[in-house]
Structures are given as structure tokens and as C-alpha cells.
Nanobody, 114 residues
């Protein structure tokens, strides 16, 4: 079982990034997908969710700026992030969740700074 994020990096305020999460070793399409963020000195928080049916939900802090999507054929989940701000800085984690089972990636760093 593996979940691996990519696409993080350094971006200026107002910029965009797209994170990818590739899953393997389990039946990805029956899992709900989530993106979490852990800002420096803060607890990990959920910022975007997508159900196995494709319904999306967002934290207020990212609503209107971030878009979560999934491609079950490619066992991949995405997080399109627009109008990034310094407060979006943190480590972004991919999570696949079903009942009491969770699979996590190791995270990818996003830094928003001028």
C-alpha cells in the first residue's frame, strides 16, 4: 500500500500550485479522499474532501480558492490551489479513508512567500 504526494514547492502570494496524490496497493475508488494541511506550529487540519461519488467539501479557509478532484482510473487525487497566501504555507498530506482504515502519504511542503 502506498500513497504519495507531489507538486509542492515555493510560490509567491497570489500564485497557484497543483498537488497530486497517487495511490497503489488498495482499491482506491471505494475510499473517500482527503487533503490535510499542517502549518508550522499547528495541528494537522482537513482542508478538502472528496467522496467516492465525487462530492467535494472544503474548509472555509480554502473555499473558493482550492479545488479537489480525483481520477479513479489513474488512482490519483488532485488539489488545485489558486490565489495562494502565506497562511497556506505548510505540509500537505493526502489521505484515503474508509470506515476505520486510513492510508497516509508522507506529505509535500508548500511555501508561500515573496
Amino acid at each position: 500500500v502506498q500513497v504519495e504526494e507531489s507538486g509542492g514547492g515555493l510560490v509567491q502570494p497570489g500564485g497557484s500550485l497543483t498537488l497530486s496524490c497517487v495511490a497503489s496497493g488498495f482499491i482506491f475508488h471505494i475510499y473517500n479522499g482527503n487533503w490535510y494541511r499542517q502549518a508550522p506550529g499547528k495541528q494537522r487540519e482537513i482542508i478538502a474532501s472528496i467522496s467516492r461519488g465525487g462530492s467535494a467539501d472544503y474548509a472555509d479557509s480554502v473555499k473558493g480558492r482550492f479545488t479537489i478532484s480525483r481520477n479513479d482510473n489513474e488512482m490519483t487525487m488532485y488539489l488545485q490551489m489558486n490565489n495562494l497566501q502565506p497562511e497556506d504555507t505548510g505540509v500537505y498530506y493526502c489521505n484515503a479513508h474508509l470506515a476505520s482504515t486510513d492510508f497516509w502519504g508522507r506529505g509535500t511542503q508548500v511555501t508561500v512567500s515573496s
